[in-house]
């Protein structure tokens, strides 16, 4: 055993997908660096969502056969098959490679990438406002301090 001491860096997140702890995803929402990328990813998120449904509108002006399935279902499952993957390549290039395969396993699931974005924005979220609310106070303290 090596005499070596140990520095521990906060600000790392390890979550467990779907409560097993041998399925993780780790990320750091306290670099300014991830969280400007998530940041950005949302925004081309917003712009791509419009696109994606615009197109989905369209598919679904077409009508209903009469088996009442969508005439252009086939359309219909490609538009949601790349958009799930597009936003998987999106998930793998921010959390690391692998990622979305460990989250939704082959699934392509549009209610699958909206359960993980709303359960992971908060971690994000939250770690932002504790470390901006810390900084804020110290450099009111400041102020105050100088009065």
């Given at each position: 055993?090596?005499?070596?001491?140990?520095?521990k860096i906060s600000g790392i997140k390890r979550i467990a997908i779907n409560d097993d702890?041998?399925?993780?995803?780790?990320?750091?929402?306290?670099?300014?660096?991830?969280?400007?990328?998530?940041?950005?990813?949302?925004?081309?998120?917003?712009?791509?969502?419009?696109?994606?449904?615009?197109?989905?509108?369209?598919?679904?002006?077409?009508?209903?056969?009469?088996?009442?399935?969508?005439?252009?279902?086939?359309?219909?499952?490609?538009?949601?098959?790349?958009?799930?993957?597009?936003v998987r390549r999106k998930i793998d290039d921010l959390f690391g490679n692998g990622t979305?395969?460990?989250?939704?396993?082959?699934?392509?699931?549009?209610?699958?990438?909206?359960?993980?974005?709303?359960?992971?924005?908060?971690?994000?979220?939250?770690?932002?406002?504790?470390?901006?609310?810390?900084?804020?106070?110290?450099?009111?303290?400041?102020?105050?301090?100088?009065?």
């Open positions: 055993m090596s005499n070596m001491n140990t520095l702890p041998n399925n993780v995803i780790e990320f750091n929402p306290t670099d300014v660096l991830f969280v400007e990328r998530f940041y950005a990813m949302c925004q081309e998120f917003q712009v791509r969502l419009e696109e994606f449904d615009q197109r989905y509108a369209k598919l679904n002006e077409v009508g209903l056969d009469e088996n009442g399935m969508l005439t252009d279902a086939n359309d219909n499952f490609a538009l949601q098959k790349e958009f799930c993957t597009y979305s395969q460990k989250v939704f396993g082959d699934a392509l699931s549009v209610d699958m990438i909206t359960d993980f974005f709303e359960g992971i924005t908060p971690f994000i979220w939250d770690a932002r406002n504790e470390r901006v609310k810390k900084y804020s106070n110290s450099v009111t303290d400041k102020r105050r301090s100088m009065k």
